[in-house]
């Protein structure tokens, strides 16, 4: 059981370029979430998807696009990254919602 | 401008003391509160949560006491031990789908 995993574990980017952080949980859970934490700031959601099928925005989802695959699977992709998307970002999965979610180990992304 | 925020970035405590971590919130609506407890290079690990019809929900060595008057909970650790060193976030939560984050407090407990 190898709860929410993650990929890549590093990646570092030149600005302009695109792509796509891989998420993936065995917990059956309908709920998978994106954050990303920046110093000082705490973990920030970016999108969320309540079930299968549904995506909603958080508080920062300018520059990023998600696609709920399927009840396992949910990928966040940079179309065209930019310096300011420097983070470490975690996807995370809960059932039922709002009881405490389960984390991946975090994917650190550099964009030059 | 942040919803939920924890005013002390760290926070050092003697082994066997106790530990007291604060957040505070703005958000009236916020109905479920939960402590996550993070290691360096790893995911946040839930740890703790209380709906806002209690006011103290405690599981062994942790106790998370709520004030919904002050908008303010708190997360003791008695007693404290030097694995618990970690940073520790608060979350809230409005309608169940989205999570609000503090900061982080750095606890460090000294042997």
């Known amino acids: 059981n190898a709860g929410v995993t993650q990929t890549p574990k590093f990646q570092v980017l030149k600005t302009g370029q695109s792509m796509t952080l891989q998420c993936a949980q065995d917990?059956?859970?309908?709920?998978m979430y994106w954050y990303r934490q920046d110093p000082g700031m705490g973990l920030r959601l970016i999108y969320y998807s309540a079930s299968e099928g549904t995506t909603d925005k958080g508080e920062v989802p300018n520059g990023y696009n998600v696609s709920r695959l399927n009840k396992r699977e949910f990928s966040l992709r940079l179309e065209s990254a930019a310096p300011s998307q420097t983070s470490v970002y975690f996807c995370?999965?809960?059932?039922?919602?709002?009881?405490?979610?389960?984390f991946g180990p975090g994917t650190r992304l550099t964009v030059l | 401008d942040q919803q939920v925020k924890q005013n002390s970035p760290s926070l050092s405590v003697q082994e066997g003391r106790i530990s007291i971590l604060n957040c505070d919130y703005t958000?009236?609506?916020?109905?479920?509160f939960l402590w996550y407890k993070k290691y360096p290079a790893e995911g946040p690990t839930f740890l703790i949560s209380i709906s806002s019809i209690k006011d103290k929900n405690e599981d062994g060595r942790f106790t998370v006491f709520l004030n919904k008057s002050a908008k303010h909970l708190s997360l003791h650790i008695v007693p404290s031990q030097p694995g618990d060193s970690a940073v520790y976030f608060c979350?809230?939560?409005?309608?169940?789908?989205?999570?609000?984050f503090g900061s982080g407090t750095k606890l460090n407990v000294k042997p």
């Open positions: 958000n009236s609506m916020f109905d479920y």
């Open positions: 979350a809230a939560n409005d309608n169940f789908n989205k999570f609000y």
């Open positions: 995370a999965s809960s059932d039922p919602p709002g009881q405490g979610e389960f």
């Open positions: 917990m059956n859970h309908n709920s």
